[in-house]
C-alpha cells in the first residue's frame, strides 16, 4: 500500500498493488477531503488497510478501509475534540491494532485498542511523559520496538507485546533515531541514527532470545565528512532558560573551544510546529568552526515534542508571544560570561523567517544581524496566496484572515507592517517558485526596508522553490551568509 497523485496529479490517494503485478494497482481511497492520508499497515490476508488521515499537527484519525468494497471505519479521532491518532500495525491476533495516540495525556503514547467501533485506547507508555514515535513490530508479531523523543533527543525501548513490559536500550549516543526495521529472521533491529557530530549512519543492535532481551549496537557505516576531522565537531548541551512568565525553554548550544566570550547565531526553527534537535548539521559545525561562534536551537513555544499544551502556546491571538520568548533568550545570553551578548545574530527559515522578522521589530537594538530564509512577512498575504492545499491547515495555526478581529490583528503583529521599527542589517533568502511561501512575502519586504533606506541583502533563486535544493544555490547561500555574518558580527574570527 503506498500513496500516490497519479489520479490527478494533487490528492495523496491510497493505492495498493501486488509488487509482482504493478500494472494491476488499484486505487482503494480517494483523498477528497484535500488532507494527507498515509498507508500504515495491510492486515495479512491483504483485505483490511489501516491508514492515517492526517489533518493538523494536532487533528488526525485513524481509519480502517475494507479494500474490497472501500467501506471506512473510523478506529480513532475525529469529533468535537481533536486529537492526534497514527495507527502503527495490527495486533497478532487481528482483534485489535497498535497506534500512536494522544487522547486523554499531553504527550503521543504508544497504545493499543480494539478493532471493535467506539473502543477506547489502551495506553501502554503512559509513564514515558514523552512523545513516542518510530514504532516497529517484528515479523513474527512476538517484539516490538520504539523511540521516546525525550527532550529532543532519542530513546530506544523494546517491548514485548504479550505483556506490554518494555525495557530501555541503555549507551545511546546523543541523537536523533528513526528507520527502525527487523531483520527477517528477527535476530537483529536495524535504524538510522543521526548524531550531532556525526551524519546518519546505519545502526545493528543484536536481539537476545527474550523480547526484552538486546546485545551491542554495531555501527555499519561511515558517512563521509568531506575529509574534515569528525573529532573536531561540537556536540551541543542542552539548557532551559526561563521565559517572561516563568516557563522554562529548552535550547540546544554548540559552543565553541575555548573561554569566549563568543558571538552567537541563535537558529529558530520553522514549522511551527517543529523542534529543534541534537542532528549533524554542516552549517552550524561551520559556523563554530569558522566564525568562532556560538550557536543556540531554542525550542520556543509552539514547539513540538513538549506536549499539546505547549504546541498550542502560540496559537491565534497567542502568536508573538513565541517571539518573546526569543526576548528571554537575548536575557539568557546576557548571564552568560562566556557568550556575547552584544554580537547576535538571528537566522531562520519558513515560519521560522518570519520569528527573525518578528524579532528584528522588537529586538533590533539587541541584534547585530538577521537572516530570513523563505520567511512570512504579512500573514494575511501569506494565506491569501499561499497554494489552496494548504491555505485551510496554516488558518488551523496562524489564523483565518477572514474574521474581521483576527484580521487585524494578523495585520498589526506583521512584520511587513512595522518594517519602521527595524534597524537591524538583514539578509533576505528567497525561492522565485516557492508553493508555500510566496515570493511576494521576501519582495514586498525588501522593497519596505529599502523605501526606508534600511540596509537589506537579498538572494532570490529563480530555478527554486521552498528553500534551496540545487547543490550549486546552496553553496552560493552559504557563501553569502558567511560574508554577511562576518561583516556584522563585528569581532567574529575571519581568519580560520
Known amino acids: 500500500a503506498y500513496k500516490s497523485t497519479r489520479r490527478d496529479g494533487k490528492a495523496n490517494d491510497i493505492w495498493v498493488m501486488d509488487p509482482d503485478q504493478p500494472d494491476r494497482a488499484e486505487m482503494a481511497i480517494e483523498a477528497d477531503d484535500g488532507f494527507l492520508w498515509v498507508p ?18 494536532t487533528d488526525s484519525r485513524a481509519i480502517m478501509a475494507d479494500i474490497d468494497d472501500g ?23 487481528g482483534e485489535g491494532f497498535w497506534l500512536i495516540t494522544d487522547q486523554g495525556g499531553e504527550f503521543n503514547q504508544l497504545a493499543w485498542q480494539s478493532l471493535v467501533p467506539g473502543a477506547a485506547p489502551e495506553i501502554v507508555t503512559s509513564d514515558i511523559p514523552w512523545d513516542i514515535s ?85 555501527r555499519w557505516t561511515e558517512s563521509e565528512v568531506g575529509g574534515l576531522a569528525a573529532k573536531e565537531f561540537v556536540v ?39 523542534q529543534a534537535r541534537p542532528t549533524f548539521s554542516t552549517t552550524y559545525q561551520f559556523w563554530v ?25 502560540d496559537n491565534g491571538f497567542q502568536r508573538e508571544d513565541s517571539v518573546r520568548d526569543i526576548g528571554a533568550l537575548l536575557d539568557w545570553i546576557e548571564t552568560q560570561p562566556d557568550l556575547d551578548a552584544s554580537r547576535v545574530a538571528l537566522y531562520g527559515g519558513s515560519y521560522g523567517g518570519y520569528m527573525v522578522l518578528a524579532s528584528a521589530v522588537h529586538y533590533s537594538d539587541r541584534l547585530s544581524a538577521v537572516i530570513d530564509n523563505v520567511g512570512i512577512s504579512n500573514f494575511v498575504s501569506f494565506l491569501e496566496n499561499t497554494q ?7 488558518r488551523q495555526e496562524y489564523g483565518d484572515e477572514r474574521d474581521p478581529e483576527m484580521r487585524a490583528h494578523l495585520e498589526r503583529i506583521s512584520p511587513l507592517n512595522n518594517v519602521s521599527r527595524i534597524t537591524v542589517p538583514m539578509f533576505i533568502v528567497q525561492g522565485q517558485n516557492d508553493p508555500r511561501v510566496p515570493v511576494t512575502e521576501a519582495t514586498q519586504m525588501v522593497e519596505a526596508l529599502r523605501e ?43 581568519t580560520r
Open 452 to 494: 526606508r533606506g534600511q540596509s537589506v541583502w537579498f538572494m532570490n533563486a529563480l530555478n527554486e522553490g521552498h528553500g534551496y535544493r540545487k547543490r550549486e544555490n546552496r553553496d552560493i547561500m552559504q557563501q553569502v551568509m558567511t560574508m554577511f555574518l562576518r561583516q556584522h558580527l563585528a569581532g567574529a574570527d575571519t
Open 134 to 218: 518510530n514504532v516497529a513490530i517484528s515479523n513474527n508479531r512476538k517484539r516490538m520496538a520504539f523511540v521516546a523523543n525525550e527532550n529532543g533527543n532519542s530513546r530506544l525501548y523494546l517491548m514485548d507485546p504479550a505483556t506490554r513490559a518494555y525495557r530501555m536500550v541503555d549507551k545511546m549516543p546523543t541523537g536523533v533515531a528513526y528507520g527502525l526495521r527487523f531483520s527477517p529472521d528477527d535476530r537483529n533491529l536495524g535504524l538510522t541514527l543521526n548524531l550531532a557530530n556525526a551524519p546518519s549512519d546505519a545502526y545493528v543492535l543484536k536481539l537476545g532470545r527474550g523480547p526484552l532481551k538486546f546485545g551491542r549496537l554495531v
Open 236 to 274: 551541543p548541551d542542552l539548557v532551559q532558560y526561563p521565559s517572561f512568565d516563568g516557563r522554562e525553554v529548552p535550547a540546544w548550544v554548540h559552543k565553541p573551544r575555548g573561554e569566549g566570550p563568543h558571538p552567537v547565531i541563535i537558529r529558530v526553527h520553522g514549522g511551527p510546529e517543529g
Open 388 to 394: 489552496d492545499y494548504r491555505r485551510d491547515r496554516r
Open 40 to 57: 500504515a499497515e495491510l492486515s495479512r490476508d491483504g483485505g483490511r488497510l489501516l491508514v492515517q488521515n492526517y489533518v493538523s499537527v
Open 289 to 313: 568552526a569558522n566564525l568562532g561562534a556560538a550557536v543556540i536551537q531554542p525550542n520556543v513555544r509552539g514547539s513540538t515534542g513538549y506536549g499539546k499544551t505547549y504546541v498550542g502556546l
Open 71 to 93: 467501506t471506512r471505519t473510523l478506529l480513532a479521532g475525529g469529533g468535537e475534540t481533536p486529537s492526534l491518532n497514527r495507527p502503527v500495525a495490527f495486533d497478532d491476533a
